[in-house]
């Protein structure tokens, strides 16, 4: 890295959005991870989903010891969920960039769950990664994430790759493939201010706020995928999403039994109604290859199981 990378890099402010939900067990030792970061050019911007445990009172905690570092926005009374929770953290780092440090465009920002555990270099490697993917230009809407380190609730190894733990075809990195599978896991992923206001507000028909940011990077500015795991990615039977092995064994079964089953998968129903929203946000910006994937991803909503995964296949290979 040269003199003026460096320079560039240690004067990024970052903001953290950390999204919190019933997180008493594990969420002191992530924030304790925070603020052990490499980067300290960062503030934290909270918001409690309507906890009931004593997750508030922890924040609180945190906060008062490091007001600098600590931003929560005003409680509204509602759960959103984690897809809600996150765009509106989102929304509200953009309308509120200048009051929270932030000069004009350079706005950086790193997704943040609350049971993980960062390595000190976590925001470091994201950030460096992605000043390299805008190459100086703040317009370019730029997306970083990177594998992780699957552990349990005791931080104990479960897997050192979630990529090859899960069977993630990380090397699918096209829109169109983006558009039937997410491949980005939220709690990685580092993002500037170009891409938020490409990709905001989040329609409610998304099925997450990262897969749908992840589709916008795709299709109108940069992914970037660095195979370090600076996470700790926790399993412990409480988990948003989470993490599930490969099983070799339906690998082996096929696509002809997959083909000829008998109901329709209801997450591709999702994936469609994503797929039409996308492509009414974005029809008249999308490439020709681009909007022949989103058509044959909205034509999975359909009874017929077959033709579904026909269709499946299809956009695949767009």
Known sequence: MTASSQIELASTR??????????ERFLEQQL????????????????????????????QRYSDAHPQLFH????????????????????YLLSESSALGFNGDNIVACFCDQDDVWAPNKIELSVAALLA??????????????DLRVVDASLQP??????????????RHSFAHLAVSNLVT???????GALLRVALPVPKRAIMHDWWLAMVAAGFGKLVFLEEAPIAYRQHGSNAVGA??????????????RLFALERNEHLVDVA??????????????????????????????????????????????
């Open 133 to 146: 993917a805008e190459a100086g230009d703040k317009s370019k809407a730029v997306l970083v994430h990177t």
């Open 244 to 257: 599930k092995p490969k099983k070799i064994e339906q690998e082996a079964a096929g696509f002809i039994a």
């Open 158 to 171: 479960i897997a050192p790759s979630f990529v090859s733990y899960q069977g993630l075809e990380i090397e």
């Open 32 to 59: 304790e991870s925070l603020l052990a970061q490499s980067h300290d050019n960062f503030i934290i911007v909270l918001r409690d989903d309507c906890s009931t445990d004593s997750t508030p009172s922890i924040l």
């Open 14 to 23: 970052v903001a953290i959005l950390l999204s919190t939900y019933n997180g």
């Open 186 to 192: 939220g709690c990685t992923a580092c993002f500037n």
């Open 273 to 318: 109604k994503q797929a039409k929203e996308f492509s009414r946000s974005f029809g008249s910006q999308l490439s020709f290859a681009q909007r022949r994937a989103l058509f044959f991803c909205a034509r999975m909503n359909t009874q017929n199981a077959i033709a579904q995964r026909v269709f499946y296949r299809l956009a695949r290979a767009s």
């Open 72 to 91: 929560k926005i005003k409680d509204d009374g509602c759960n959103r969920g984690p897809s809600g929770s996150f765009s509106l953290l989102c929304e």
